[in-house]
């Protein structure tokens, strides 16, 4: 993946709850892991393992997010989507909302990704921020 890959931003739900992704057996990481490579699978791509590594750093980047209260992309060698909701959502609403973008998806069916790690941070007062990265 080059080092100009594009990282988007998007405005999507995702279910709300106290519990922090912290690595890759989490049910919903393995859950959105699972339908992005169900999405490269359909596009004849390899799939994409999860990574704990990214899956750390997108949880950290998450919380950071929701504590100063603003989306916005963090430095490194991945490519990055990330969200921001108030509301309820599944894990299918999350992935298909992505596929919906054209830059989302670009980061999603990127033939050179081999590896992805998802985050978020959830409170009742900020709402929730994801975070889906992939080198």
């Not at 049910?27 to 590594?53: M, P, S």
């Not at 750390?56 to 209260?69: I, L």
Request: glycine residues 8%; negative net charge.
């Amino acid at each position: 993946m080059t080092a100009g890959a594009i990282a988007a931003t998007a405005v999507i739900a995702f279910l709300p709850q106290a519990a922090l992704a912290h690595d890759c057996e989490d049910e919903h990481v393995a859950e959105i892991v699972r339908l992005t490579n169900e999405k490269r699978e359909e596009q004849g791509l390899a799939h994409v393992d999860c990574d704990d590594e990214l899956v750390r750093g997108s949880q950290e980047w998450a919380e950071h997010m929701r504590e100063v209260h603003d989306l916005e992309h963090g430095d490194g060698a991945f490519s990055e989507n990330i969200a921001w909701y108030g509301g309820e959502a599944q894990p299918d609403e999350l992935v298909d909302g992505w596929m919906k973008s054209a830059a989302h998806r670009g980061n999603m069916l990127d033939s050179e990704a081999s590896a992805m790690g998802v985050g978020w941070s959830h409170s009742e007062e900020d709402g929730t921020y994801v975070v889906q990265r992939f080198s």
